[in-house]
Nanobody, 125 residues
Framework: QVRLVESGGGLVQAGGSLRLSCAASAGTFSTYAMGWFRQAPGKERQFLAVISTSGSRTNYADSVKDRFTISRDNAQNTVYLQMNSLKPEDTAVYYC??????????????????WGQGTQVTVSS
């Protein structure tokens, strides 16, 4: 069992930045690929980014790849999402997730076994 807790969300003006953190409870954190997703009201959960167990591989959704950066610190059992140049359309609840699927499957929420409770990000225009 892996417990994930996100933090760092909040209200920011368009063009601003936020850094989300996701702390994992388990000592097996380094064995999981970690992903970030978001869900806006009335919309499906959207893949944003994934990072491999070692941190050597990353993948991003086209909509965020030039603005968001995923990273992890296995010593601290934490994954991060640095978000720059935020836009009002980035407003959503942001979730981190832990999964063990093959790399090509990790853009799908179905590939993840554990989810955090989410943190709200609101970008004002």
């Amino acid at each position: 069992q892996v417990r994930l807790v996100e933090s760092g969300g909040g209200l920011v003006q368009a063009g601003g930045s936020l850094r989300l953190s996701c702390a994992a409870s388990a000592g097996t954190f380094s064995t999981y690929a970690m992903g970030w997703f978001r869900q806006a009201p009335g919309k499906e959960r959207q893949f944003l980014a994934v990072i491999s167990t070692s941190g050597s591989r990353t993948n991003y959704a086209d909509s965020v790849k030039d603005r968001f950066t995923i990273s992890r610190d296995n010593a601290q059992n934490t994954v991060y999402l640095q978000m720059n140049s935020l836009k009002p359309e980035d407003t959503a609840v942001y979730y981190c997730a832990a999964g063990m699927g093959i790399w090509s499957s990790l853009s799908s929420h179905n590939a993840y076994n554990y989810w955090g409770q989410g943190t709200q990000v609101t970008v004002s225009s």
